[in-house]
């Protein structure tokens, strides 16, 4: 098995614990639901975790890359917006342990869905009212960012409770919504479209305090305990990224696409949901960053020995590059919050504001060059972003897990409860995922290995991973005669552990 999937479903316990949305492809019968797990969840779960592509139709439709001519549309109202985006990120990541976790202070839900309602009327308003169009592009942009950053917040805490697969699955697909949505609202006009603006983000928060309430209690996210060391491997490398997409921002709002409609992002999302879909547990998240680098390399760089740099190839090429590396980095930093009880607030609020700080400096990058008026100034910059593109991947080439800890270490006195908890339970993950390997186990059947070692019982096996109960016992068997044992104590004399780790935890 290889070792990105073996680290992503088998290094923690509690992770391998959460239901799939696919269904079992090892049940005995061979025989899938009628078309699928995955359909079968759509009319309750899917929903409500889409409505992240909800808030996502919204930034594009009113703020960034917007199809309608608002006064503000120009550069520095897109650098007022991201402004206030970044001050709020960060003010919020600096008083994470006052704030998080979000979904039980009604007043972040209130303080965001106020900021995009309001900012979306004076959006609006600078349409209907001129005379003071500029008094009320402040207020859009401003109360704009900080609802945006906000909302970004409360969506990154939710996906933060779920396991790799469901993020990597609900992510591609809000994007894929986002995008759909996006072009229905093109066909509106006026007071229609309006007021599907201000809807948007009242769906979204709606939605968003589903998807909490639908988890269980042991799933939702709490304040975080231990100190950690902050992962700054992924937040460069999404950084580097952000650059070279804001190189390239300039041109694609010269088109009426935004980032989150542009085709490039449409088809990544499409490809990405399929392939996670339809592989399920074989899915090889490398993948992202192996077709990420090649199109960005061809945005910056074949592209332009072709003279197409402004072309629309180009843009497809960078917008299907981004999107493949915001779904690892989502992926990635979802996973430590989820794994290691890092709170998303934290994660996110400095990641997305670093992000956005890049991409701003990026698009100021690409203006500064422009004025030049130089096809070769150009070239040069996207061949020095290349070269950091390069030199960053190379560092996700050089952990020896995909999704593992990035540096990731604990601060202070490792005495702490919450600490050792965390320890604990990581070294259960890593006995397992050893065991695993070292007897041919399938991932299925480690996932089962690594549930028995938390002591959940077989209908606890059953409901976790959404299987039926001969499946579960199907599963212990092929595991007690792959390792030679005839009991849960003989697995536990393998791992090496006393007993079962939920009991050891209390």
């Known amino acids: 098995m290889h070792k990105a999937q073996a680290s992503l479903k088998m290094n923690d316990p509690t992770a391998l614990a959460q239901p799939y949305l696919l269904d079992d492809a090892s049940s005995d019968s061979g025989k899938r639901l009628p078309g699928g797990y995955l359909f079968s969840r759509l009319p309750y779960i899917p929903l409500v975790f889409l409505g992240l592509g909800l808030y996502r139709a919204w930034i594009e439709l009113v703020f960034v890359g917007s199809f309608v001519a608002f006064p503000y549309n120009g550069e520095a109202?897109?650098?007022?917006?991201?402004?206030?985006?970044?001050?709020?990120?960060?003010?919020?990541?600096?008083?994470?342990?006052?704030?998080?976790?979000?979904?039980?202070?009604?007043?972040?839900?209130?303080?965001?869905?106020?900021?995009?309602?309001?900012?979306?009327v004076c959006a609006f308003g600078t349409l209907a009212l001129p005379d003071v169009s500029e008094e009320l592009s402040w207020g859009a942009t401003i109360l704009g960012g900080v609802g945006t950053a906000l909302i970004i917040l409360i969506w990154s805490e939710l996906y933060s409770c779920l396991s790799p697969y469901r993020v990597g699955l609900y992510y591609c697909a809000s994007i894929v919504a986002a995008a759909f949505i996006i072009y229905f609202c093109r066909g509106l006009s006026g007071v229609w479209l309006a007021g599907t603006a201000v809807l948007l983000p009242v769906a979204s928060i709606a939605f968003a305090m589903l998807g909490f309430l639908s988890l269980d209690p042991d799933e939702q996210p709490r304040a975080q305990t231990a100190r950690f060391s902050f992962p700054w491997k992924p937040t460069l490398l999404m950084a580097v990224y952000a650059f070279a997409f804001g190189l390239r921002e300039t041109s694609q709002y010269a088109t009426t696409f935004g980032p989150h409609s542009a085709f490039g992002t449409v088809v990544m999302g499409l490809v990405l949901l399929v392939l996670i879909s339809k592989q399920s547990g074989n899915f090889q998240f490398t993948t992202l960053y192996r077709s990420?680098?090649?199109?960005?390399?061809?945005?910056?760089?074949?592209?332009?020995?072709?003279?197409?740099?402004?072309?629309?190839?180009?843009?497809?090429?960078?917008?299907?590059?981004?999107?493949?590396?915001?779904?690892?980095?989502?992926?990635?930093?979802?996973?430590m919050s989820y794994r290691y009880g890092m709170s998303a607030v934290w994660l996110f609020g400095i990641e997305r504001g670093v992000r956005a700080m890049f991409s701003l400096a990026g698009r100021q990058t690409s203006e500064a060059f422009s004025l030049l008026g130089s096809n070769v100034a150009s070239l040069a910059v996207g061949s020095i972003t290349i070269a950091l593109v390069v030199i960053g991947t190379l560092l996700i080439v050089s952990e020896k897990d995909f999704l593992s800890r990035w540096g990731v270490s604990f601060k202070g006195d490792s005495s702490a409860p919450g600490e050792l908890d965390l320890l604990y339970r990581q070294d259960i993950s890593k006995r397992c995922a050893d065991a695993a390997s070292r007897f041919g186990l399938t991932s299925r059947e480690g996932e089962v290995l690594a549930l028995l070692a938390t002591g959940l019982t077989i209908g606890q096996i059953q409901r976790r991973l959404v299987i039926s109960k001969d499946t579960a016992k199907t599963h212990i068997r092929h595991i007690y005669q792959k390792m030679d044992v005839h009991s849960r104590e003989g697995l536990f004399d393998i791992l090496g552990i006393s007993g079962p780790a939920s009991n050891e935890r209390h």
């Open 77 to 120: 109202g897109h650098d007022l917006y991201d402004i206030a985006m970044i001050l709020t990120l960060f003010t919020c990541a600096i008083f994470h342990r006052q704030v998080a976790p979000l979904f039980r202070r009604r007043s972040i839900y209130l303080a965001a869905l106020a900021s995009m309602i309001v900012g979306t």
């Open 292 to 335: 990420a680098l090649p199109l960005m390399m061809g945005a910056f760089l074949v592209l332009p020995s072709f003279g197409w740099f402004n072309g629309w190839i180009a843009d497809f090429c960078a917008t299907a590059s981004y999107t493949a590396f915001s779904v690892m980095i989502m992926l990635i930093m979802a996973h």
